[in-house]
């Protein structure tokens, strides 16, 4: 949800905009594509952490501390999950006929109805087509996860995580919280292209 709520918007922005550095803020938004998901929750750790560039001010202001929390997992699963979004909603948004908006405000639409009644309909299949591909990565995510939220059962603890702990302790185990996410994953991924083939 924080990837729909935050990514559409930044989507939008970066297809139809002209701005400069758009180059640079569509680098930083792919970037945790190609960087390594330890390296991705040092950032992490870095911008949000308690002496962090943004982590000490908001510790200061608002006595809110991201690392090491349950909001601490949403925000590590949001930055390595959040491009896939991105990338499709905006590659959809590229392909939408622009002039569909344009005749929508020739017939007196505000920006935002036209974005909300002829663009997203328009733009839906990328958008969920980046909402599955999204979630499939945040659900498969451990690097990032285990270094800036931790791994504590009941916490911060994400069934990547519960795996890589009981292959330590009960192999059994592993196997079978492996085969229930594959069985997950799969499922859902199968129901939601049928939808989408059928449309």
Request: positive net charge; hydrophobic residues 60%; contains cysteine.
């Amino acid at each position: 949800m924080v990837c729909l709520v935050l990514g559409v918007p930044l989507a939008w922005v970066l297809a139809r905009l002209e701005f400069p550095g758009r180059r640079f803020v569509r680098a930083l938004v792919t970037v945790p594509l190609v960087l390594p998901p330890v390296v991705g929750g040092v950032a992490l750790l870095l911008v949000f952490g308690r002496r962090g560039l943004v982590g000490e001010w908001l510790d200061q202001t608002f006595g809110v501390s991201l690392p090491f929390t349950t909001t601490g997992v949403v925000v590590a699963e949001a930055f390595v999950a959040m491009p896939f979004l991105v990338i499709a909603v905006e590659g959809a948004l590229r392909g939408a006929d622009a002039r569909y908006e344009e005749a929508a405000a020739t017939l007196g639409a505000t920006r935002w109805t036209a974005f909300r009644r002829v663009t997203l309909p328009l733009i839906a299949p990328g958008i969920a087509a980046g909402a599955v591909l999204c979630w499939a990565r945040a659900l498969g995510e451990f690097g990032a996860t285990i270094t800036f939220a931790g791994n504590f059962p009941g916490r911060t603890q994400t069934m990547p995580l519960a795996v890589y702990l009981a292959l330590e302790q009960d192999v059994d185990a592993a196997i079978v919280l492996s085969l229930i996410l594959l069985v997950v994953s799969v499922g859902i991924l199968a129901a939601l292209r049928d939808k989408w083939v059928a449309a």
